[in-house]
């Protein structure tokens, strides 16, 4: 994983980024790429170790963490 915190999205004044919906993130497939399965992996550790109550408002999450990792899986 990461050594230090890094961040995926680029400023107003970038010109060079990757948008999905209203967020512009760097244009650096590797990174966004490391930068999910860090967030996958940190979403399974707080629910694993209850520091997350597996209730409806973390359900909307890990929903979506689920469709993100089932894609992930699916093509290797």
Do not use: C, W
Not at 44 to 73: K, M
């Amino acid at each position: 994983m990461f050594s230090k915190p890094i961040n995926l999205l680029v400023g107003t004044r970038d010109t060079e980024f990757f948008e999905a919906g209203a967020y512009r993130f760097v244009n650096d497939a590797e990174t966004l790429a490391k930068g999910v399965i860090e967030v996958l992996y940190l979403l399974r550790n707080s629910l694993f170790h209850g520091e997350i109550v597996p209730n409806n408002d973390a359900q909307h999450i890990y929903a979506a963490a689920y469709h993100i990792l089932h894609e992930l899986v699916q093509a290797l």
